[in-house]
C-alpha cells in the first residue's frame, strides 16, 4: 500500500511563494515517478511536473518553467514543489500522485495510479 499526503497550501499574495510537499509512505519501491496536478475551480485538472524516483529526470510545461521546480528527497521520501511567482490562476487545489507503471521516459501524460487528498492553494490580494 502506497500512501501520500501533501502540505504546505496556504495563502499567498501574488507574487508571493509556496513550498508544497508530498510524503510518501508504504512500498514506495514500487514506485516509478510522483507528479503534481492542480485543479482550479470550474477547470479540468491539469499536470504540473513529474518526477522519476529512478534517476530524478523531470517532466515539466512550459507555463510554469522559470517559476515552479519539482524536486524530490530519496532519503526521506518526500516530493516537493517550489512555486515562485504566484499569480491568482495558480489557485486551486494541488495533488501529488505515484505511478506505479514502470516507464522508459518520465511524463505525466499517463494516468497516475495513487492520489493524496490535496491541499489548497489559494493566491489573492
Known amino acids: 500500500q502506497v500512501q501520500l499526503v501533501e502540505s504546505g497550501g496556504g495563502l499567498v499574495r501574488p507574487g508571493g511563494s509556496l513550498r508544497l510537499s508530498c510524503t510518501v509512505s508504504g512500498s514506495t519501491q514500487d514506485i516509478s515517478a510522483i507528479g503534481w496536478f492542480r485543479q482550479a475551480p470550474g477547470k479540468e485538472r491539469e499536470a504540473v511536473a513529474c518526477?522519476?524516483?529512478?534517476?530524478?529526470?523531470?517532466d515539466e510545461y512550459d507555463y510554469m518553467k522559470g517559476r515552479f521546480t519539482i524536486s524530490r528527497d530519496g532519503a526521506k521520501n518526500t516530493v516537493h514543489l517550489q512555486m515562485t511567482g504566484l499569480a491568482p490562476q495558480d489557485t486551486g487545489a494541488y495533488y501529488c500522485?505515484?505511478?506505479?507503471?514502470?516507464?522508459?521516459?518520465?511524463?505525466?501524460?499517463?494516468?497516475?495510479?495513487?492520489w493524496g487528498q490535496g491541499t489548497q492553494v489559494t493566491v489573492s490580494s
Open positions: 500522485a505515484a505511478l506505479l507503471l514502470p516507464i522508459a521516459t518520465i511524463t505525466c501524460d499517463v494516468e497516475y495510479d495513487i
Open positions: 518526477i522519476s524516483t529512478d534517476d530524478d529526470s523531470i
